[in-house]
């Protein structure tokens, strides 16, 4: 059974940095489609990004583009997703999700994903 175990969340100023982790464990890590999402209170799921672990194809959402970076550490079976120039509206519980690498469409809704992690909360001040 695919396991994600997501952390990295905390308060930040607006302007500060976190660096999100996603650990994956029981599945072969190069074959997946590993993707970020988050939920700000009262809203839907948002996809942010994700990475396809097969090519290292990155993809970022255009609220999130030259701010945030997704990464993968092959060796520690880990996902990253390292948050600058963080804004209050980027508050939200993070999630990272998983599907196999060629069983999803676009990678950007939460229903092409089949494993989920718990979510980690990131609170942005002014």
């Known amino acids: 059974e695919v396991q994600l175990q997501a952390s990295g969340g905390g308060l930040v100023q607006a302007g500060g940095s976190l660096r999100l982790s996603c650990v994956v464990s029981?599945?072969?890590?190069?074959?997946?489609?590993i993707g970020w999402f988050r939920q700000a209170p009262g809203k839907e799921y948002e996809g942010i990004s994700y990475i396809n672990l097969n090519d290292g194809n990155t993809y970022y959402r255009d609220s999130v583009q030259g701010r945030f970076t997704i990464s993968a550490d092959n060796a520690k079976s880990t996902v990253y997703l390292q948050m600058n120039s963080l804004k209050p509206e980027d508050t939200a519980v993070y999630y990272c999700?998983?599907?196999?690498?060629?069983?999803?469409?676009?990678?950007?809704?939460?229903?092409?994903?089949?494993?989920w992690g718990q979510g980690t909360l990131v609170t942005v001040s002014s």
């Open positions: 999700a998983a599907v196999s690498g060629g069983d999803y469409n676009s990678g950007w809704t939460a229903e092409e994903y089949d494993y």
């Open positions: 029981g599945s072969t890590f190069g074959d997946a489609a």
